[in-house]
């Protein structure tokens, strides 16, 4: 079998991400994590506290019970499924609104009183088989508790670039999309200028995003036995729950 990088899965899912944060209606993508159903409340709190710090892409969650599917995802008997909205929604609403975005790579930010300050650690999409969020989430390399507790740690973020031109849109749009309490946007760079210690090609602005997965890296953390699957699928935003996060 042909390997696939990330950066092919990731332009396979963009293209079927119809989001509009404007109506809030559209297809948006979806990470997934398993947990045994006696954790589930305790996870689910750990959950609203990472949405409530902003460490979180967006208020849309879904419960699946054990034994049941949905979209290609199945849970055994015994444990229940999370889902939640994965960073590359983002790129997909910029792409469906004309942007031309460029999703580079994947990896720890340095967070200090509140403030980001660069990425510590990176893997790049078109480098590697796997998602760079899990493979650093299962090296326990986040702090995302403690950048709650303290305002001090270190979370998971990815990295895209737009062209310059493209700025005012971009603006534009992530406008729109915190309106739509998208909370997941970290940091928007400079013209030219590299993001977080992370450098932009030439003509090109970055965008860091807040991983969608922080969440199951709090619940690691807190020590609860977790198993993810970022970029695990489409859904339509309407069989999410905007309010389970928030609530």
Known sequence: ???????????????????????SEGTIAFNTAVVAERDL???????????AAGLNVGPYARIIEGGESFNGVSIQKGFSGIL????????????KAGIPVQPLCGGIVQVTEKMPVRFTDILRYD?????????????????????????????????????????????????????????????VGEPNSDLLEMPVNRG???????????????????GIEIQTSAMSGLADIRDMDCNLLSS
Do not use: W
């Not at 963009?14 to 109506?23: A, E, L, N, V, W």
């Not at 409340?41 to 949405?51: G, P, Q, W």
């Not at 403690?146 to 062209?163: D, H, Q, W, Y």
């Open 127 to 187: 480098s590697t088989t796997l998602d760079p969020l899990d493979v650093f989430m299962s090296q326990e390399l986040t702090s995302v508790l403690e950048m709650i507790n303290t305002g001090s740690g270190k979370v998971l973020a990815s990295v895209r670039e737009v062209p310059m031109a493209a700025r005012t849109q971009l603006e534009n749009l992530l406008s729109d999309l915190m309106d739509a309490e998208f909370k997941g946007i970290l940091e």
């Open 84 to 95: 939640t909205i994965c960073s590359i929604t983002i790129d997909g609403v910029l792409l």
């Open 204 to 222: 090109h602005i970055g965008v860091a995003i807040i991983g969608g997965i922080n969440s199951m890296a709090a619940v690691k953390e807190s």
């Open 1 to 23: 079998m042909k390997l696939k990088f990330m950066s092919s899965r990731i332009g396979e899912l963009i293209c079927g991400i119809t989001f509009d944060p404007r109506t």
């Open 41 to 51: 409340e305790r996870a689910l709190s750990t959950c609203k506290l990472v949405y």
